[in-house]
């Protein structure tokens, strides 16, 4: 448990509370060695409570001995307390030695008898014999590190001693030392310097059979300690030895310089294993440093700035989710550690100035210092770490992927159409939930699809056709018991002997088993054999490979395997459906650690905002830490699902300027909802030239502006820029540009973008050649030419303070099949831990739909608001669904983001008991038309609407609408655009929308081209 920062083992407890109350009582049955020193430490905390629960009055900790002389167990210790961090308890057990007592640990309610959330920790409770180890003072500390800078200054010089180092890199050289202690590197200083500043850090943490080694720990002292430096390569070399338990344990470290990077590589040369893979390491961290970090960098990327709270980030493809970490200084200097294995998790602990990586297993340890910032030395660890682009990343590189879960087949392949007419072909489309049982159910059973191999195929057909790549979603993480060959001999087990589980379908009701990551192939190699010859995809998504980082399993037998063979297997998984399906076909999957470079291509990032994580700092963004590493050798999408991205923050999701900022900042492949939307037209219009760019040349550098929330990035050797301003103050760029939150700008040699203000009106653009894209933010209309109801909010009512009624209207010209449709309706709000928000639903009083007629109908809409319910803002989201499928029917409508429809927010304030809401949500009117709104002016042309225009010809240009666009006006610069000189003779429609549009009304005077555009054709082709 961790309480107060600091995780320890524990003994859970809870007073009984059913039929009375007493003491949970923990015993151990001891006999305690004669002549020594014996002493029972532990420590001790309750657990936190709920929002919506009571506070605990507190728990009494008692230690009791009994022997057999005593009649009843005697209390040596006892206090009540309700502390949530760590206390300690010491009590002397000297007078026990020689004799056979019973210890027992009591956790009681206390004086009251009030057992509520009482739940109790007993931290690492420990029996010490014999002399307690001291730590060492801090004098002796000082002298080390003194001594280790000043060999660092030296070899930053150039003059190496033993021990020392000089580390050459792009980021400059630095000289780093190592000074053993008299336990070797447990108690020894690693030091780094670029001759002015410096860095210290106080040993290693060593953790071998449950035992952090060194008398320093508390734990069993290192003997036989010899240094020696090799003759070849001048590697310095630290051998010890441990005596454990009565295991005598070698190990090494050797640490070498590789280009701008110490790296130090344990092992225990000799040592034979056993079949559960013992002696090996189990801990590996560096110890704390001579000050706290300011600055932390972890995961797909996120910076915290003055952390005021112990932090630990665990492994995972939502958290931990490189191998790489960093820190800067205020004295200067910045630091990347990383480690070949996958780390188990990065640690800060500000008042204890420790900022530490911590790792398993014989691994090679990175230690990268630079004085130009943590992202420097990451990129010195990028150089020397050897990851290698896989075979399908040039066919994946620029790619926009278009996401879908459930949806009609044939439905998706008129949007896959509808896609590539608005330009989107050079995109990757994922299908989930397609599968022969449904989603995530009988695995490995996949094919043929759910609904018939007919009308799925209609989708990958499409795809082929517009050069859109097609990825369907597969798992090879989750076994169901009830699939064809299930056997425990291809599950992996638990340290204790159990199977694994996996997915809980709750749906099904259906516990599946992790599968063995050696035995799935046979299974996966059918499934890919049969989709191949099914339907030919040319891309595949396997499910949870780097969204779980690869770690330590059992077979059934006991075996053990080490994390590295995980990876193994999962990657060759990789290589193998690559082979079959189509050489060159991107391989996909969900989060996207950096674990499995090499064979996976890309990922959907899932790039959490540090609050997820619960960090506590003074200020913290998004950044491209994971870029900065991995940049050309794996492709992120930009930030994953869209509503993991916003969670909590609705308009944060798909195509918001959050969203796309963080995109570009790392030159990210785009990614949106799909296979056709708005906010996919968007995306592409926007980011696709210049991600297209960045993808394909070198990431640089990463600078801050006055705060974290400024970011620009530097690519292609300084050819490429990107500015984002991630914060509420504008930021006035070199040139004038202004970007407003979440504003930025991309300026590469063929192509740039951005969202900036123009005379304070917040726009978008994007150039490249031939093409230009505007977008002034207009009001939205109807998704023409796209199967969808348009919905709004009619009218509120409160009927009392927990409860509103809202009336919705749904408007749509095609019938739907009405078969199992069914409203939804989402009560959202940030407390809550659903990957939506979704804190409660609402409920439907009336409804006269009938998706079988086209035409315009009512539904009323009942919230019920509970009595528990926090305070904040609760973000009304309702739409469709398929009750069978699972699928969200496509709305579209002023604000609709993931098949879900605003219907504004109701803020709750609390006084105890008492709620007070106000619906402040209030729906707007919605426009008819954007002719009369004020015009932007871009230079080239002015506009109220959001178009591309395309120059194909000296003859011919086309503007394409934004998908979703009411009518508008624009006023063309010819002269600017190419066409001075040139009178427009006509406008054509191109696909109307409509059975009567009209055309675009022109007048021209000189050069000045002004045309009124109804916005009810797809495009309109003007000839000059």
Known sequence: ARRGGLALPVINVHPPFRGGTGDTIVSYRLLLPAGEAVVFQAQTAIRDHGSTEPPSDGVEFVVAVATADDAAPIRLSSRFSDSKVWEPIEVDLSAYAGKEIVLSLLAGPGPARNTTCDGAHWGAPTVIVGAQPQPLSEDVWREREEQAIALARQAAAGKRGAGAFTLRGEAGQYGAAIIPGDEGIVDGVIAFSDGEKDLCYRGFTVRILGEDLGAAAGSVALHSVKTRRSWLGGDFIIDHQADIRGVTVPFRLRARADGGVLKLEWSMPGQERDMRGQPRFEKIALGPGREAAWRVYAGFGNVMEDLQAPFTLNAGGFSLSTRHVGADYRSGLSIALASDYFPDRMRVVPADKLFTLEAHNDLSYFMAPSSHGAFSAAKEYGKIVGFKASPGLEELKGRQCLDQWGGDYLAAAEQIRLAARYGLTHSVFVKHAWQRWGYDYRLPEIYPPAGGLDSFKTMPDACHEAGILFAPHDNYIDFYPDARGYSYDHIIFNADGTPQKAWYNKGRKAQSYRWLPHAFQPWMIENMQLMRDGFAPNSLFIDVFSAIAPRDYYDREGRFYDQKRMAKEWAEAFDTCRRILKKGSPMLSECGHDGLIGSLDGAQSDHHHAGRWGAQCLDTDRTPWHDIVTHGKMVPLAGGLGGRYAKGEPGHGYGSDDYLSNTVLGGRNPMSDGPFSRSAVLTYWLLHDVCDVLARQSFDRHEFGKTVRQQHTVFGGGVSRVWANRGAEDWVL??????????????????????????????????????????????????????????????????????????????????????????????????????????????????????????????????????????????????????????????????????????????????????????????????????DLPMVDFGMLSTNGSFRLQTPSPQTMVVIPLAASLPFRAELNLAKLGYGGKIARSANLVMPWVELPRQPVMSQQGDRLSIEFDAQSFAYEIHF
């Open 734 to 931: 070199a040139d004038g540009r202004v970007l407003p939150e979440y504003g930025f700008w991309v300026e590469t040699p063929t192509a740039s973008a951005g969202t900036f203000t123009i005379d304070g009106r917040r726009v978008r653009m994007a150039q490249s050649p031939n093409l230009l894209f505007v977008d002034t933010l207009p009001p939205l209309g109807s998704l023409y030419g796209h199967t969808s109801i348009s919905t709004r909010v009619e009218k509120v009512e409160k009927l009392s303070e927990q409860k509103y009624l809202l009336q919705v209207s749904w408007d749509f010209q095609s019938a739907f099949a009405p078969a199992n449709i069914n409203h939804f309706i989402h009560l959202c709000h940030p407390a809550s831990t659903h990957p939506e928000s979704i804190l409660f639903h609402g409920a439907i009083r009336a409804s006269d739909l009938n998706l079988a007629e086209p035409g315009r109908y009512v539904s009323d809409i009942v919230v019920n608001i509970p009595n528990d319910v926090p305070a904040g803002e609760l973000n009304i989201r309702y739409g469709l669904y398929h009750s069978k499928q699972g699928n969200r029917l496509p709305l579209s409508g002023v604000d609709v983001s993931a098949g879900r429809a605003n219907g504004g927010v109701i803020k709750i304030e609390r006084q105890g008991e008492v709620i007070r809401s106000e619906y402040i949500g209030n729906p707007d009117e919605i426009a008819t038309s954007s002719i």
